[in-house]
């Protein structure tokens, strides 16, 4: 099976209905992308899927084939600019307690910023519904808001 | 996430764990070296030098401790990147950030080039108070914030003795600044280029320490070491260790606590491509599992639904939730060991009388990061990787199960994904579960690294939760809001009994755990009666332990009795408090002046509620604006007054408050309870079972009051005072107290 994961093919042999997050853990590698909880429900998960947010725990291997996956290793790595301005802003306001789910919170707050029109900035509702499916235990979301926020002005 | 240990039974609590077995285990001081030797490599091109490791053998450092020697803390390499190596468990709460800090302070050094990492299980690693590896009970910090001063301390003077040879000149003409020993006429030079000569100098015993007035590290607002990786997919945690061939394996286990594996037929497992071995495997509490190992998670989980598993549970007891609240409330109606007495008399004769009764459910600890520890067996020795609250304890059980010696184990501590409690059972229920199985796998044949993994589903149905409780008070008070008698039972499973605090926290029958939080700090004539039934459901410490129910008793009772005179919720406590708690007061007053109370006109259908409550030696104080928002209760904004004496990193406090207050909050939410029908457990996922969302957090600002005493716990004294504070808002609005989590408006 033929998989475009972070702008480059990786040809994998895997049953059609993995997960895809466990294609890219298990047998990629790529161990950025977290396991919560397995049935799409906590967020922990997310990658873009044709520069969609989904949840990689529910989602067949088979359904990724030939579409352009990027996980939170590549987003974050400095080459897209949404990306780094996210990445930028979690690290500025020190979102992360634990860290497990931030992956997953980036990956939404990345499609969200991108979803919106060049320059338009999200409203604190618009923050609020973009980030709802992820959850944080630690109780990191004070921040999380304000890291969004200020990365979509960063961008503007 | 542990109970408050009282420190006047450490001796007892150490030699508990000695009598047990537990592995109390020094590398001998060379092996620092190769230690130092392999982190070397792993962080890059410059060699770490171990901090005095070739005084081994030497006189000098004989009267320290494996817990004071610098060796096993603090490297520096030749580029002067300084690499603290931490002794607690870094799972959210900042430790990974705050402990190098303190060394840092007292080294000297120049915080951009410190680094940080975990320990192991190796002696040097315990709690210094308390003799055994833990994180828990907001310790990290309290207990270790002398240790790492010291140990800085140690490594400077050792840093300013070489650079005193190699210039030939007396040390006291000497200083330090940021990394680097400056000496006369201009002399420089930095740490990196002295660690070697260092290292061979004598470790002194006593240093002098800072004035906490020169601090430049400890105190200040410090971005988090881990920020950077955790915020890029970049930071390993202990689910993400790959080994070469490392098999994966999951557990059938009984859907019924302590029910018997009757008949497994596995032929359609083993079909399964990539499924290596189907083992049964002994689990926690004597009970029977089969794992399924194979390559990967997926193909694990294949195999197990294709299981075809027969459970016996007709002799065991199948808990219902429903049936347990009528147990529970027939045993409140007993007579029983009492943790505190006092005359009831005056609750006949009080002309207010109140009669309450609150009801806690059961919670799940719902760490992100589900449950999961990679063992590797090599003859001889057995090697871990599991993000662990207690490695000694571990290393322990991991060497009874694998019939090793605790010095043929090596636990590594990796990063976790949130804990709040679970990743410390006191059977080492997760590392035996992985050990058992890394054992049957090899003796399958399998010679290959196994990481056990639970779902979220087998994390959720697994038990150890935060016990359900049942709480009566009677109480009678007179038109001032005087408390004349306070009549008072708790029932509740005891989750200390059976484990390794049972000897110095039950008393008279009584586990503290349950009771901590009750009472104190108000005076009041209270008789406090406890039964702890026995049901076959684990039960464990969770986020702030017994607070996690007894502040909300007693919180939302003092704010009946306000209401109930007419007196200001504030000013009624401030009475109570009287000059005698003053860290009480302060908090209070903090969060009142910031937040505008009495002050700020609220908007329309918005209440106030004030909560304020002790836990782990530190408190905290919320006041909140709530409302009723379409028949359900909403927080709105959070003002938090703190005391913790003096805060080593105040980012990180207040994001443990802001954290631990989420947590408080989750309790109170529609959905936030774990419960049981004929002895299942009926929720499995985040679907069934509620946690706060970004929706439900409200604005919130923290505020501490300052402080240069020595720090005192953080990680859970934020959770407590929230669902009561939140509840004493609701309760304004409604007329109608709260009397139970998660809130049920009447």
Same mark, same amino acid.
């Given at each position: 099976?033929?998989?475009?994961?972070?702008?480059?093919?990786?040809?994998?042999?895997?049953?059609?209905?993995?997960?895809?997050l466990?294609?890219?853990?298990?047998?990629?590698?790529?161990?950025g992308t977290k396991f919560g909880c397995?049935?799409a429900q906590c967020g922990a998960c997310t990658v873009h899927?044709?520069?969609?947010a989904i949840r990689s725990c529910?989602?067949?291997?088979?359904?990724?084939?030939?579409?352009?996956?990027?996980t939170i290793?590549?987003a974050?790595?400095?080459?897209?600019?949404?990306?780094?301005?996210v990445?930028?802003?979690w690290?500025?306001?020190?979102v992360a307690?634990?860290g497990y789910c931030q992956s997953g919170q980036i990956m939404s707050a990345i499609a969200?910023?991108?979803?919106?029109?060049?320059?338009?900035?999200?409203?604190?509702?618009?923050?609020?519904?973009a980030m709802a499916g992820n959850i944080c235990r630690?109780?990191t979301?004070?921040?999380i808001?304000?890291?969004?926020?200020?990365?979509?002005?960063?961008?503007? | 996430?542990?109970?408050?240990?009282?420190?006047?039974?450490?001796?007892?609590?150490?030699?508990?764990?000695?009598?047990?077995?537990?592995?109390?285990?020094?590398?001998?001081?060379?092996?620092?070296? =190769? $230690?130092?030797?392999?982190?070397?490599?792993?962080?890059?091109?410059?060699?770490?030098?171990?901090?005095?490791?070739?005084?081994? *053998?030497? @006189?000098?450092? #004989?009267?320290?401790?494996?817990?004071?020697?610098?060796?096993?803390?603090?490297?520096?390499?030749? @580029?002067?990147?300084?690499?603290?190596?931490?002794?607690?468990?870094?799972?959210?709460?900042?430790?990974?950030?705050? $402990?190098?800090?303190?060394?840092?302070?007292?080294?000297?050094?120049?915080?951009?080039?410190?680094?940080?990492?975990?320990?192991?299980?190796?002696?040097?690693?315990?709690?210094?108070?308390?003799?055994?590896?833990?994180?828990?009970?907001?310790?990290?910090?309290? @207990?270790?914030?002398?240790?790492?001063?010291?140990?800085?301390?140690? !490594?400077?003077?050792?840093?300013?003795?070489?650079?005193?040879?190699?210039?030939?000149?007396?040390?006291?003409?000497?200083?330090?600044?940021?990394?680097?020993?400056?000496?006369?006429? *201009?002399?420089?030079?930095?740490?990196?280029?002295?660690?070697?000569?260092?290292?061979?100098?004598?470790?002194?015993?006593?240093?002098?320490?800072?004035?906490? =007035?020169?601090?430049?590290?400890? *105190?200040?607002?410090?971005?988090?070491?881990?920020?950077?990786?955790k915020s890029?997919g970049?930071?390993?945690?202990?689910?993400?260790?790959? $080994?070469?061939?490392?098999?994966?394996?999951?557990?059938?286990?009984?859907?019924?606590?302590?029910?018997?594996?009757?008949?497994?037929?596995?032929?359609?497992?083993?079909?399964? /491509?990539?499924?290596?071995?189907?083992?049964?495997?002994?689990?926690?509490?004597? &009970?029977?599992?089969?794992?399924?190992?194979?390559?990967?998670?997926?193909?694990?989980?294949?195999?197990?639904?294709?299981?075809?598993?027969?459970?016996?549970?007709?002799?065991?007891?199948?808990?219902?939730?429903?049936?347990?609240?009528?147990?529970?409330?027939?045993?409140?109606?007993?007579?029983?060991?009492?943790?505190?007495?006092?005359?009831?008399?005056?609750?006949?004769?009080?002309?207010?009388?109140?009669? &309450?009764?609150?009801?806690?459910?059961?919670?799940?600890? !719902?760490?992100m990061e589900?449950?999961?520890?990679?063992?590797?067996?090599?003859?001889?020795?057995?090697?871990?990787?599991?993000?662990?609250?207690?490695?000694?304890?571990?290393?322990?059980?991991?060497?009874?199960?694998? /019939?090793?010696?605790?010095?043929?184990?090596?636990? @590594?501590?990796?990063?976790?994904g949130?804990?709040?409690?679970?990743?410390?059972?006191?059977?080492?229920?997760?590392?035996?579960?992985?050990?058992?199985?890394?054992?049957?796998?090899? &003796?399958?044949?399998? /010679?290959?690294?196994?990481?056990?993994?639970?779902?979220?589903?087998?994390?959720?149905? *697994?038990?150890?939760?935060?016990?359900?409780?049942?709480?009566?008070?009677?109480?009678?008070?007179?038109?001032?809001?005087?408390?004349?008698?306070?009549?008072?039972?708790?029932?509740?499973?005891?989750?200390?009994?059976?484990?390794?605090?049972?000897?110095?926290?039950?008393?008279?029958?009584?586990?503290?755990?349950?009771?901590?939080?009750?009472?104190?700090?108000?005076?009041?004539?209270?008789?406090?009666?406890?039964?702890?039934?026995?049901?076959?459901?684990?039960?464990?410490?969770?986020?702030?332990?017994? #607070?996690?129910?007894?502040?909300?008793?007693?919180?939302?009772?003092?704010?009946?009795?306000?209401?109930?005179?007419?007196?200001?919720?504030?000013?009624?406590?401030?009475?109570?408090?009287?000059? =005698?708690?003053?860290?009480?007061?302060?908090?209070?007053?903090?969060?009142?002046?910031?937040?505008?109370?009495? =002050?700020?006109?609220?908007? &329309?259908?918005?209440?106030?509620?004030?909560?304020?409550?002790?836990?782990?030696?530190?408190?905290? !104080?919320?006041?909140?604006?709530?409302?009723?928002?379409?028949?359900?209760?909403?927080?709105?904004?959070?003002?938090?007054?703190?005391?913790? /004496?003096?805060?080593?990193?105040?980012?990180?406090?207040?994001?443990?408050?802001?954290?631990?207050?989420?947590?408080?909050?989750?309790?109170?939410?529609?959905?936030?309870?774990?419960?049981?029908?004929?002895?299942?457990?009926?929720?499995?996922?985040?679907?069934?079972?509620?946690?706060?969302?970004i929706?439900?957090?409200?604005?919130?600002?923290?505020?501490?009051?300052?402080?240069?005493?020595?720090?005192?716990?953080?990680?859970?004294?934020?959770?407590?005072?929230?669902?009561?504070?939140?509840?004493?808002?609701?309760?304004?609005?409604?007329?109608?107290?709260?009397?139970?989590?998660?809130?049920? $408006?009447?």
């Amino acid at each position: 099976m033929k998989l475009i994961v972070n702008n480059r093919e990786v040809t994998i042999d895997a049953d059609p209905a993995m997960p895809l997050l466990w294609a890219l853990r298990d047998v990629i590698g790529l161990t950025g992308t977290k396991f919560g909880c397995g049935a799409a429900q906590c967020g922990a998960c997310t990658v873009h899927l044709d520069g969609e947010a989904i949840r990689s725990c529910i989602t067949p291997v088979s359904d990724a084939e030939g579409k352009k996956i990027i996980t939170i290793e590549a987003a974050t790595d400095g080459t897209d600019r949404v990306g780094a301005a996210v990445h930028a802003a979690w690290v500025k306001h020190d979102v992360a307690q634990c860290g497990y789910c931030q992956s997953g919170q980036i990956m939404s707050a990345i499609a969200l910023i991108k979803s919106l029109p060049a320059g338009q900035q999200p409203t604190p509702d618009n923050i609020d519904a973009a980030m709802a499916g992820n959850i944080c235990r630690c109780g990191t979301y004070v921040r999380i808001r304000a890291a969004v926020a200020d990365a979509a002005r960063t961008l503007a | 996430m542990l109970p408050n240990i009282d420190y006047s039974e450490l001796p007892r609590a150490l030699q508990h764990m000695l009598e047990r077995g537990q592995p109390v285990k020094t590398l001998p001081r060379r092996s620092f070296l =190769k $230690l130092a030797g392999a982190t070397g490599l792993a962080l890059g091109a410059f060699p770490h030098v171990a901090m005095g490791a070739t005084t081994a *053998g030497g @006189n000098p450092a #004989s009267a320290l401790k494996p817990t004071q020697q610098p060796s096993a803390f603090v490297q520096i390499a030749g @580029n002067g990147e300084v690499t603290v190596t931490i002794n607690r468990l870094e799972f959210g709460q900042g430790v990974h950030t705050a $402990l190098p800090m303190i060394l840092a302070e007292e080294l000297d050094a120049d915080w951009t080039l410190v680094r940080s990492r975990h320990g192991t299980n190796d002696a040097a690693y315990v709690d210094p108070l308390f003799g055994i590896h833990l994180t828990g009970g907001s310790h990290s910090i309290k @207990n270790s914030f002398s240790q790492y001063r010291e140990l800085g301390a140690r !490594a400077r003077a050792m840093l300013l003795a070489a650079a005193a040879a190699r210039w030939m000149v007396d040390i006291a003409t000497l200083r330090t600044q940021a990394g680097t020993v400056l000496g006369p006429g *201009g002399r420089k030079l930095g740490y990196g280029e002295l660690a070697e000569a260092a290292m061979a100098r004598p470790v002194p015993e006593k240093v002098t320490l800072k004035d906490p =007035k020169d601090f430049r590290i400890i *105190g200040c607002p410090t971005p988090r070491l881990d920020a950077r990786a955790k915020s890029s997919g970049r930071q390993d945690f202990g689910i993400d260790t790959r $080994l070469p061939g490392q098999l994966t394996a999951v557990v059938a286990r009984p859907s019924v606590f302590g029910a018997r594996l009757a008949a497994v037929d596995d032929s359609a497992a083993r079909a399964v /491509n990539g499924v290596k071995a189907v083992l049964r495997v002994p689990l926690d509490g004597g &009970a029977e599992g089969v794992a399924v190992v194979a390559d990967g998670y997926w193909q694990a989980t294949q195999g197990r639904d294709a299981l075809k598993l027969k459970w016996d549970s007709a002799k065991v007891e199948k808990v219902d939730s429903e049936r347990q609240l009528v147990h529970y409330r027939e045993l409140a109606g007993r007579p029983g060991p009492r943790k505190f007495d006092a005359d009831m008399a005056p609750l006949a004769t009080a002309p207010r009388q109140l009669e &309450a009764e609150f009801v806690f459910p059961y919670l799940a600890h !719902a760490a992100m990061e589900p449950l999961n520890c990679t063992v590797a067996l090599t003859e001889g020795r057995a090697e871990l990787w599991v993000g662990s609250q207690c490695a000694g304890l571990d290393a322990g059980a991991a060497a009874r199960v694998l /019939n090793l010696k605790p010095e043929q184990v090596t636990v @590594n501590v990796q990063m976790a994904g949130g804990g709040f409690g679970r990743r410390f059972s006191s059977t080492s229920d997760t590392v035996v579960e992985a050990c058992e199985i890394a054992k049957a796998a090899r &003796a399958a044949g399998l /010679n290959a690294p196994v990481r056990t993994l639970w779902s979220r589903e087998d994390d959720m149905r *697994g038990g150890f939760y935060r016990p359900m409780h049942l709480h009566r008070a009677r109480i009678g008070f007179d038109e001032r809001g005087n408390v004349l008698a306070w009549d008072h039972v708790i029932v509740g499973q005891s989750i200390t009994t059976g484990s390794v605090f049972e000897q110095f926290q039950v008393k008279n029958g009584i586990d503290g755990t349950a009771t901590e939080g009750m009472r104190d700090p108000y005076p009041l004539p209270m008789r406090l009666t406890v039964h702890h039934p026995k049901l076959n459901v684990p039960v464990l410490w969770w986020r702030s332990v017994g #607070s996690t129910h007894t502040a909300f008793v007693m919180e939302t009772l003092l704010d009946e009795i306000a209401r109930a005179t007419q007196q200001d919720p504030v000013t009624y406590r401030m009475r109570l408090f009287g000059d =005698k708690h003053p860290r009480h007061r302060d908090a209070l007053q903090l969060a009142v002046d910031r937040s505008g109370y009495g =002050k700020t006109h609220l908007a &329309a259908g918005r209440a106030w509620g004030v909560a304020v409550h002790e836990s782990f030696d530190s408190v905290v !104080a919320y006041v909140v604006e709530a409302s009723v928002k379409d028949g359900r209760p909403a927080l709105h904004r959070v003002t938090a007054g703190v005391h913790c /004496n003096l805060a080593v990193n105040p980012r990180t406090v207040e994001a443990q408050v802001q954290g631990a207050a989420v947590t408080g909050l989750s309790m109170c939410l529609p959905g936030s309870a774990i419960t049981l029908r004929d002895g299942v457990v009926e929720q499995s996922n985040f679907d069934g079972y509620t946690v706060a969302r970004i929706t439900d957090m409200p604005e919130f600002n923290v505020h501490i009051v300052p402080s240069v005493e020595p720090p005192t716990g953080i990680g859970e004294p934020g959770l407590p005072p929230l669902a009561p504070a939140f509840g004493n808002a609701i309760a304004r609005l409604t007329g109608k107290p709260l009397r139970q989590l998660p809130f049920k $408006l009447a």
